[in-house]
Structure formats: structure tokens, C-alpha cells
């Protein structure tokens, strides 16, 4: 039976990294995602450091509670797309959204500094691909 499930996501990860172009950038954000989501759960005191630069985030929740959203919202991106099977209309659309969120957290935060970092340029342009992944959900495939 594990095999069975193992051999199942194998065949997952590549049908998505060969055959699946739209895939690719749900797996690559939701990596992204958990990435920053650990980042910000290793390096406490880091909204700290760098004070200026997290004040737009830290306003609405602490570090941990950011580390924690990022890595749970990402965990599910991965989740759903490496899943053997097709996952439900609502679970893919909620994945989404959920990349969605935190990439748009980080844009508008970075874009709130003055003047705002390079980043906030690169995580715009990423919450404009994740909001077209959103859009373009659809409960038929």
C-alpha cells in the first residue's frame, strides 16, 4: 500500500515538472511559500532587526503567527498539487488562494516602505500570476 501511494506522487511530480506548464507555478510559489513560512519561523527577532522593512505585517500579527500562515497556506499548495489524484474544485481553488494571500501579504508589504525594496517589484508580478491562477480555476479540470 505505501508503495503504492509513493509511486503514485512520483508519478505526480513528474507528470506536473513534464506535462502540466500551469502546475509548475502552483508547486514553485507553494515551495515558495513554505520557504518564507520557515524562514520567518528560524530566524526569530527578525521582524525585530529589521523593523522598518516588516512594520506593514507586524501591524496586523506577530512573526510566528506570519511563519506559521506562510508554512500552512504553502504545505497545502504542495499538497494539493503533488495529491495522486485530482483534489476537489474548492480544496485546488482554496490552495490558491491561500498562495495568493501571502504572496499579495508580501508585495503590499514591501511596497508599503518608502522607498520600496526591489522585492516588492517581484512579489507584485508574483501576485498578479497567483491572483490569474485564482481566476482561472476551474471546477471542470
Known amino acids: 500500500m ?51 522593512v516588516y512594520v506593514p505585517m507586524s501591524a496586523y500579527a506577530n512573526q510566528y503567527t506570519w511563519g506559521v500562515l506562510f508554512t500552512a497556506m504553502g504545505v497545502l499548495a504542495i499538497t494539493v498539487v503533488l495529491w495522486p489524484h485530482r483534489p476537489p474544485f474548492y480544496v485546488r481553488l482554496f490552495a490558491r488562494m491561500c498562495v495568493a494571500f501571502c504572496l499579495t501579504s508580501a508585495a503590499l508589504n514591501n511596497l508599503a516602505n518608502n522607498p520600496p525594496p526591489a522585492s516588492g517589484i517581484f512579489y507584485a508580478v508574483l501576485t498578479l500570476f497567483a491572483l490569474w491562477s485564482v481566476l482561472r480555476t476551474r471546477c471542470d479540470g
Open 2 to 52: 505505501k508503495r503504492a501511494s509513493c509511486m503514485g506522487v512520483c508519478y505526480r511530480i513528474r507528470h506536473v515538472l513534464w506535462r502540466a506548464p500551469y502546475s509548475i507555478f502552483d508547486l514553485s510559489a507553494g515551495v515558495g511559500v513554505t520557504a518564507v513560512g520557515i524562514y520567518l519561523l528560524s530566524m526569530p527577532g527578525l521582524f525585530d532587526l529589521f523593523a522598518g
